[in-house]
């Protein structure tokens, strides 16, 4: 961005999620080159990484975000760097019920009732794979549907194993059919290797993140000990302008209009409907890019309700330690609900008395088809309401091609990072 020797860069980091916080922590290892402010509307770094005391418990719990695949380098370094370690854990999930259910641990009846179709769908995988500049771009129902594959070995097979390696819960239907076959053949990310018989057979090693609030308060400290990065908390960026005259070019002002300041940068690393928001005169390119992000609101809820785990998932606590479960609405449907055992998770409640669970329910705009009441309600130790991007086919197709023109957008002053460019 600016070349060694010439005069300082003001910056303005928009977000202080994983995004943002990366950006300013880069900006740090350059104070000679880089003043950099950094505004969020919260109170604190990590955006939505974000932990929670549990008073009651004597302990806390990673309240949403709770872990990736070793091949997410970068983090675990990051992590490593500020004396926080994450945990290599054994991914066992459980999905479905009765005669629907399975696992990636024991056989079932329902991979015996699909035998062919999961045989068949390691050939369509593969095609898939070999013409992955075509299939990018066509969501994985079809494929489903153009092979002939039966509904409910898609919604009770596919769906859900997509939905626990992208995150997509009722969108993993629409995400791209080429994306999906990374689950198996992607030699550095995937989790499973492709069992002829039960699709997935092994459980999978991934990584339990360390308290995710605490990792991202160190790092933060970290940025501002170079003297070059400054936070500003609970200051939401209410309007940005971008001008071509000499001197700064970008002037951003908060909510409220009564603190305005003039930078050289602006990093946008909030979401994409807030970026657009706040942006004076959008780019007909940003306009389209992030325009096109899609976004619903989910809630998770924590709870101690067994019954109620019992009652929507194949739950075998004294057989089995799952960590991760989904229920779906039915099998004709890929609606689904996906819930936690965050005891057999997260490492700090390794051994913990009691399991903790937390179910998460998707899209408010289906809340008719949630059960979220059936849940005891003295046994809720917290609720919070997320607003997730959608890893949709329309995604890959317009948004992630799209984000590298409008890098340096708004002449050259604006870049931008975060979620919705699948980093
Ligand atoms: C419930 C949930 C569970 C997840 N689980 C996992 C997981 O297990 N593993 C995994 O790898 N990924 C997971 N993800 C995805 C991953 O956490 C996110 O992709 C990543 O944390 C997003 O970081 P970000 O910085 O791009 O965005 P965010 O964390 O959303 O940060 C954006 C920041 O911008 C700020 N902001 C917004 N508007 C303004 C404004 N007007 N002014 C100033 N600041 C503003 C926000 O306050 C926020 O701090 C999960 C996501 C969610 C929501």
Redesign the pocket.
Known sequence: MNPPGSAKKRVCI????????SAAWSFSRHPDQFDVEV????EQA????TSIDLKDYGTYIND?????SPV?RNTIQMMDQVGMKCAPIQMKFSFGQYENAWNNTHKTELQERFADEIAKFEKVIKIVDKMMFIFAFVPIWVVMKMFRFSDEFANLMVYPLVALFF?TGNQSERVSAAIVTQIWLNPEARMFNYDKERMVAEAADMIAFPKLGEFYTRLQHQAEEAGNVKFFFN????RIYRDNTKGRKVTVFN?EGDIRESYDYIVM???AE?ALK?LDKPSFLERTALGNVEYYN?I?ITHEDEDYMNRHNDLQLKERNDQYFIHQYSPESSLMEMSFNLTNYQPQLKGFQKNIFQT?FLNDKMMDKWTIDDIDKDKIIAEKW?R?FSHAWKHFLITVPLIRFIQGSGYGTTYY???YTI?
Do not use: E, M, N
Request: proline letters at 2%; a negative charge.
């Open positions: 928009v977000g202080s999620g994983a995004a943002g916080l505004w969020d509307k919260l990590g955006g939505v990484a949403g975000v709770q872990g990736g997410y995150g200051r939401p960026v209410g909510q690393a909030c979401d807030t706040i989910d998770s998460i997320w997730q990072c975060g979620a980093a």
